[in-house]
């Protein structure tokens, strides 16, 4: 019955925190408001504990056009006196443009017996939670205001406000990185999460999509198109163009994971390189070994995963298939074009593919042979016609 008797439902559950006659603060807080900054609530809890000890502190801000918004209604000394609903509210308070932001601190020990004091006696006939202030200074008490930006209480009901809220938090991200070291090539087209943990002097190339779970150290190079959630990118190492490291994918310091690449739950270790093409999954590529273009590791059989290991300097050549479980020893070599389904040992050379067979001056008479055929059939649709 309107958002003050919302928040009267909560008396039970602090029932306790009430009668111990805490010093502690009881914050209102919006489901739909989700971009107010943790620093605008502190601001708020400070201001509740300054010298005056208000007993409400309400946060403000001050829009373009006020409309429906909720009038603050401060004094020559700056305390507030009242909200008035717009609908509720003359013309002279209409023309206040300090607004009602929603969120509010009370302090925790008269909370409820200023929300048992609200009435309904408006246009609404609710009971508003902005009448806690007037109950409060009926009591005697003061009421403060803290101002900040309007965006913070944006309200998110329909998607395209969700798409609004978006834009606004990836702004905040991106200037966050940028003021910490990171050099963002096109802010605009790069998109980070709010738990992106970014090193000092990454460099991030334009249309990077940066999605839950990801750190990234000193020194990193993401370039352009590269797509990234779930895994972790040491010092130094360089990922894409054109890359995708999904859940589980580990790179270890001064590691290369370049175009077309998709690493998932795999580690790639310090030096090692998978620089085109290729697809690792559920592995370890051990340090400074190369894996080359093409190179699949063949991780599941339609019924379970399995685990391909690569030694340390191992090389593997393109088009290569490691066939899970199967392990390559440091040092390994494995001849472009294998399929291997048994384990190599440590500095052996492994090529599965057949001989070469060569037929001599086969490739003219063949061409003779197709120009003919060719020859033939255009002959005998010039004789049908």
């Known amino acids: 019955m309107g958002t003050g008797h919302a928040v009267l439902q909560a008396g039970t559950s602090l029932a306790d925190f009430s009668a111990q006659q805490s010093d502690g603060d009881i914050l209102v807080v919006y489901g739909d408001t989700p971009l107010i ?90 009971y508003y939670l902005t009448d806690i202030v007037s109950a409060a200074v009926a009591a005697r008490r003061t009421c403060a205001v803290v101002e900040g930006n309007s965006e913070e209480i944006m309200g998110v009901d329909n998607r395209t406000a969700l798409a609004t809220a978006e834009t606004i938090m990836q702004d905040r991200l991106r200037l966050a990185a940028m003021e910490a070291g990171v050099t963002l090539v096109d802010p605009n087209t790069i998109y980070l999460s709010e738990d992106t943990v970014l090193g000092v002097d990454v460099t991030i190339e334009p249309n990077v999509i940066i999605g839950a779970g990801v750190t990234i150290g000193d020194n990193v190079t993401i370039k352009g198109f590269s797509h990234i959630e779930g895994a972790t990118i040491a010092a130094g190492a360089v990922v894409g163009p054109f890359a995708r490291l999904r859940q589980g994918a580990n790179l270890a310091e001064d590691s290369r994971v370049g175009n077309f690449v998709e690493v998932k739950n795999a580690d790639i270790e310090t030096g090692a390189k998978v620089n085109h093409l290729a697809y690792v999954g559920d592995a370890r590529v051990g340090a400074a070994a190369n894996i080359g273009a093409g190179t699949i590791t063949c991780n599941y059989d339609g019924f379970n995963k399995s685990h391909t ?61 197709k120009q003919a055929r060719k020859d033939a059939y255009a002959n005998s649709q010039q004789g049908g016609e």
């Open 37 to 126: 900054t943790p620093e605008t609530l502190q601001t708020m809890i400070a201001r509740r504990h300054q010298d005056d000890q208000p007993a409400v502190v309400v946060f403000g801000f001050r829009p373009d056009d006020a409309g429906m918004y909720g009038r603050l209604v401060v004094d020559e000394d700056g305390n507030l006196n009242r909200i008035v609903e717009a609908r509720d509210a003359n013309e002279a308070e209409r023309a206040v443009n300090l607004c009602n932001g929603g969120v509010v601190v009370i302090e925790g020990a008269i909370a409820f017996d200023l929300l048992a004091a609200i009435g309904n006696d408006n246009a609404k006939g609710e």
């Open 309 to 369: 290991d690569i030694g340390a300097g191992a090389f593997i050549g393109s088009n290569t298939a490691l066939v899970a479980p199967v392990a390559v020893g440091d040092g390994a070599i494995v001849g472009a074009g294998s399929v291997i389904t048994d384990d190599v040992q440590a500095d052996a050379i492994a090529i599965t593919r057949p001989p070469l067979s060569q037929v001599a001056g086969g490739a003219d008479r063949l061409r003779a042979k």
